[in-house]
């Protein structure tokens, strides 16, 4: 970046983490209930590592690092009529908890939301600004 993070910057970035983190729940969400033959091929729930991201000091914003599994791990179910159970009739559930995700959902959105807020402030407060030299 050529200068200094502004309000802008700081807003937009924090912004594309939480749309990182919005993806990442869609995804989870979307793949519960899917099962597996195996364990080790059965989905596990995604999520997003935030890193902070500091320019110059008490300026700061949020940065995505990193993509992990979540440590939820898939269940075992018996169902002998499935396509995809093994010799033992067993399948791999996918390991997404929807309610935590739901809620994950809801408070990624809400920081999107404030983040939303913060820009429109920030663009009123410069608008205003200008109209004062006129």
Do not use: C
């Not at 594309?16 to 869609?26: D, F």
């Not at 969400?29 to 997003?48: D, H, I, M």
């Not at 791990?73 to 009739?89: F, Q, R, Y």
């Amino acid at each position: 970046m050529a200068g200094p993070m502004n309000v802008f910057d700081i807003s937009g970035r924090a912004m594309s983490a939480q749309l990182v983190r919005l993806n990442t729940t869609a995804s989870n969400l979307a793949n519960a209930g899917t099962v597996s033959g195996t364990k080790e091929g059965a989905f596990r729930a995604l999520k997003p590592v935030f890193q902070s991201i500091s320019e110059a000091p008490g300026v700061a914003t949020v940065g995505v690092q990193n993509v992990v599994q979540a440590g939820t791990e898939p269940v075992k179910k018996n169902d002998p009529n499935h396509p995809l159970a093994d010799e033992n009739g067993d399948v791999w559930e996918a390991g997404v908890d929807s309610a935590a995700e739901l809620v994950e959902m809801i408070e990624a959105a809400r920081q999107y939301q404030n983040n939303v807020q913060v820009l429109q402030t920030a663009k009123t407060l410069t608008l205003d600004t200008l109209r004062l030299g006129q």
